[in-house]
């Protein structure tokens, strides 16, 4: 089956730009997908097809996908953005993969 | 105003059944992949089971496999998931949810609220 590794969490100062990774065999060949899930909400589609985003989505917020990880970026982070985050593929044999998931503490 | 309900969730004991049902609107429901994704308490996001557009292909996390039976009816906007032989371990929210791509299988762009199944003695 495939997988997809992320850090548990991430610290960033606010302000400050923070990265979270995801890593996966061969990811480039994949298109990587990003969601932000805040306490007691449902997940939004934050990057899709590995940066682009969403209407409505920050710019603040960006994606890349190179080799093995994907990256997702936010730029000025703000208290708003303190939430999970989880990356997503899509793989033929696994069907949809989510990765392990990374909690973005600001602060 | 694409939106997603889920309803059908409770209390089951192990080994017991249950039928959930996801409630779309606001898009043409027959253009799109569904699935059902789930999150047990404090736990991480696990794809549950998809199908295509037409429901003719299927597909099932290994963990739900032979237990899972994913279905839609697009003339009534209606996703649903069939679920036997409950155990402990399936407790969880199960979210619905939309695929972003009309042509094949991507991302989720639409989540419901989520229905929540506990499946307790």
């Known amino acids: 089956s495939y997988e997809l590794t992320q850090p548990p969490s991430v610290s960033v100062s606010p302000g400050q730009a923070a990265s979270i990774t995801c890593s996966g065999d061969?990811?480039?060949?994949?298109?990587t997908s990003w969601y932000q899930q805040k306490p007691g909400q449902s997940p939004v589609l934050v990057i899709y097809?590995?940066?682009k985003r969403p209407s409505g989505i920050t710019e603040r917020i960006s994606g890349s996908n190179s080799g093995n990880t994907a990256t997702l970026t936010i730029s000025g982070t703000q208290a708003v953005d303190e939430a999970d985050y989880y990356c997503?593929?899509?793989?033929?044999?696994?069907?949809?993969?989510f990765g392990t998931g990374t909690k973005l503490t600001v602060l | 105003e694409v939106q997603l309900v889920e309803s059908g969730g409770g209390l089951v004991q192990p080994g017991g059944s249950l039928r959930l049902s996801c409630a779309a609107s606001?898009?043409?429901?027959?253009?799109?992949?569904m699935s059902w994704v789930r999150q047990a308490p404090g736990k991480d996001l696990e794809w549950v089971s998809s199908?295509?557009?037409?429901?003719?292909?299927?597909y099932y996390a290994d963990s739900v496999k032979g237990r899972f039976t994913i279905s839609r009816d697009n003339s009534k906007n209606i996703l649903y998931l069939q679920m036997n032989g409950l155990r402990v371990e399936d407790t969880a929210l199960y979210y619905c949810?939309?695929?972003?791509?009309?042509?094949?299988?991507?991302?989720?762009?639409?989540w419901g609220q989520g229905t929540l199944i506990t499946v307790s003695s």
């Open positions: 997503q593929a899509w793989d033929s044999g696994a069907a949809y993969v």
């Open positions: 061969k990811l480039t060949n994949k298109y």
């Open positions: 606001g898009f043409t429901l027959s253009r799109y992949a």
């Open positions: 199908t295509n557009y037409l429901g003719t292909t299927t």
């Open positions: 097809q590995d940066n």
């Open positions: 949810a939309k695929d972003h791509s009309s042509i094949d299988y991507s991302c989720f762009d639409s």
